[in-house]
């Protein structure tokens, strides 16, 4: 249910935009905002999906420098960019 909402939010939105925001991170804080655009934030999801457990300090910096609060948002900008 939550991805089918992620990707039609994604739709309706520009990817041009999101990509462009998605520079001012690094090449691993941009994989650790795939892997949580890939809904694998714990352990348990990591597993099934098989792109492992993002480290929680690279997380935490990523969202800052993107200004945002929560994993759910950098899961929306990663879908509205087309990279997950």
């Known amino acids: ?40 934030r714990t352990p ?7 792109c492992g457990r993002p480290p929680s300090r690279r997380t935490s910096a990523a969202l800052a420098k993107l200004g945002l609060t929560n994993r759910v948002q950098a899961a929306l900008l990663i879908r509205v960019a087309r990279l997950s």
């Open 44 to 50: 348990r999801s990591a597993a099934n999906s098989a």
């Open 1 to 40: 249910m939550t991805r089918r909402l992620l990707d039609e939010f994604a739709e309706r939105n520009d990817s041009a935009d999101a990509r462009h925001r998605l520079t001012a991170v690094t090449g691993r804080e941009l994989r650790v905002l795939k892997a949580v655009g890939r809904a694998c």
